[in-house]
């Protein structure tokens, strides 16, 4: 603190107060000064037109007065500051949000140079996007440049040579340019001295160190730019680069799905045509083994009739398996229709019952079926609905050992309720839906006991799907399974159409 009785007095001491005490008209002087954390940052100053110093009571007022104004001042300052920081911390998680949200490239950057320049309250910024395998820089997204200006940067050939984006890719470092006039001549460097632009700050963009281009900010005025523009643009860099990489990555992607779709679609119709070949030669081998055994070609001796039933068994147990892989070759490549038609569903289940009665009484199982009275027709691919019964009766006879299968048939509420139990091992719960994927088999090593491809429920689901119907499974473990299905009693017209 300086007390100063009279300033006209003090000639040596303040000559310049002095001065100005003659000019304003004081003589008696006090100055406190603002202290915060041993910093000065300010002065309190009260004059008297007269030679009268302040009192003890007056000055230690005059101190509390100072107190109270440095943490005032203090506080201004803090609040300032959190505003500032909640600003930046606004602008960072919208635009954060903006590159996590949209697979716009140039959206995200426009937003990004838009706030990076607003925040830091510069002149102007751009986003250039650097092509490495040409070893030049072309301009992206510009915010606050004079379209004429930005005009002419597009046109310009960057490279990486003399420019200050090319040093700062290369330094994997902001590059600080106070004054443009002072940095040799470039093109770039020419376009931003004519529009008035003197200094900037140039970040690199990097994803895993490699450069993928820069942020740019300008400004009017000459001179470094505060440490907290520097580190905002840094933040506003670090989002660019994600946001690249990001659509690099997606581009990636989608090239890679549009060639493994083709792959998928190329193979299913292989597999589509093979089957298709493959049926001809079989259906003539299994033709001639039935013309045989029934002697059209003169009576067989004895001993060949059983091998004539082998070679018509086995031939069958083949075509089941190549009309199978056909199936679902059909539902890959989307190729899958549906026959509507009228049916019996008592039919339906007399038929699969003829077909599957002798593998039962071998495994000697006991078969019943159950079909209620009255049923009404149905509309439905007949051929489809049979093969789905035939595979869920085939299934149960197989993985059963003892016991009883069963077939159950309904009707309640516009739908049939078909269902197929036996008294076999069951299906584990983690299995109860899995089982109706592709491939999918419980027991899938080598040594399996059972035989079969997988592929029966996967087929069976979609044509009850295609029927508009659903089917699932109810199982307990060691007792045996339910395999139900519920199917619209007339399917819609249309279905299956896909
Ligand atoms: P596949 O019978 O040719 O293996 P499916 O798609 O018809 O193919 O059946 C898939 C798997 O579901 C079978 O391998 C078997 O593990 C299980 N599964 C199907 N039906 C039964 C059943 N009734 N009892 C026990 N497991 C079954």
Redesign the pocket.
């Given at each position: 603190m300086i007390h100063v009785a009279d300033m006209l007095a003090e000639a040596d001491e303040y000559p310049e107060s002095r001065k100005s005490a003659l000019q304003l008209g004081y003589r008696t002087a006090l100055a406190v000064p603002l202290v915060h954390a041993g910093d000065a940052i300010g002065v309190i100053f009260i004059r008297r037109a007269e030679v009268r110093p302040f009192t003890e009571r007056q000055i230690e007022v005059l101190n509390t007065f100072a107190d109270q104004a440095v943490i005032a001042i203090e506080n201004t300052r803090l609040f300032e500051e959190v505003q500032a920081r909640n600003r930046d911390l606004t602008a960072l998680s919208e635009v954060g949000r903006a590159v996590s949200s949209t697979l716009d490239l140039r959206l995200v950057l426009k937003t990004i140079v838009d706030r990076a320049v607003e925040l830091s309250g510069t002149d102007g910024g751009s986003i250039f996007y650097y092509r490495k395998e040409k070893g030049r820089f072309e301009l992206g997204e510009t915010t606050r440049l004079d379209p004429v200006v930005v005009e002419r940067i597009r046109k310009l050939d960057i490279a990486t040579g003399t420019t200050g984006l090319g040093e700062a890719i290369a330094n994997r470092q902001p590059l600080q340019v106070p004054d443009v006039t002072k940095r040799a001549s470039n093109p770039l460097r020419d376009a931003a001295l004519d529009s008035g632009l003197y200094a900037a700050l140039i970040v690199p963009l990097l994803s895993a160190d490699e450069p993928l281009g820069a942020l740019v900010q300008q400004r009017r005025q000459p001179g470094e730019f505060p440490q907290a523009v520097i580190s905002l643009t840094q933040a506003f860099a670090d989002q660019s680069a994600i946001a690249l990489e990001n659509a690099r990555l997606f581009e990636e992607i989608a090239q890679k799905s549009c060639e493994l779709e083709m792959a998928s679609q190329h193979k299913s119709q292989f597999v589509a045509n093979m089957s298709h070949e493959l049926r001809t030669p079989l259906a003539a081998m299994l033709g001639y083994a039935e013309l045989l055994q029934e002697g059209i070609y003169g009576a067989p001796p004895e001993t060949f009739l059983p091998i004539l039933t082998r070679i018509r068994s086995n031939g069958k147990h083949l075509l089941g398996l190549i009309n199978t892989v056909l199936d679902i070759s059909k539902i890959e490549a989307g190729q899958f229709k549906l026959n509507l038609g009228e049916y019996a569903l008592g039919s339906i289940v007399e038929t699969v019952m003829v077909a599957t009665e002798s593998l039962a009484a071998t495994k000697r199982l006991a078969f019943t079926i159950e079909v209620a009275k009255g049923l009404p027709y149905g509309l439905g691919d007949e051929q489809r609905l049979t093969q789905v019964l035939l595979?869920?009766v085939?299934?149960?006879i197989?993985?059963?050992d003892a016991g009883k299968v069963s077939i159950t048939a309904g009707a309640a509420n516009g739908h049939f309720a078909v269902s197929?139990s036996?008294t076999?091992?069951?299906?584990p719960p983690e299995?109860r839906e899995r089982?109706?994927e592709k491939f999918?088999?419980?027991?899938?090593s080598n040594t399996r006991a059972?035989?079969?491809?997988?592929?029966?429920?996967?087929i069976?689901r979609e044509i009850v799907e295609m029927h508009g119907g659903r089917i699932w499974?109810e199982?307990t473990m060691g007792q045996?399974?339910t395999?139900h299905m519920e199917l619209p009693v007339r399917a819609a017209a249309g279905a299956g159409a896909a």
């Open positions: 595979n869920l085939g299934n149960a197989k993985f059963t197929v036996d076999g091992p069951g299906i299995e089982i109706f999918r088999q419980v027991d899938s059972k035989g079969g491809t997988g592929l029966g429920l996967a069976a499974v199982s045996g399974s395999f």
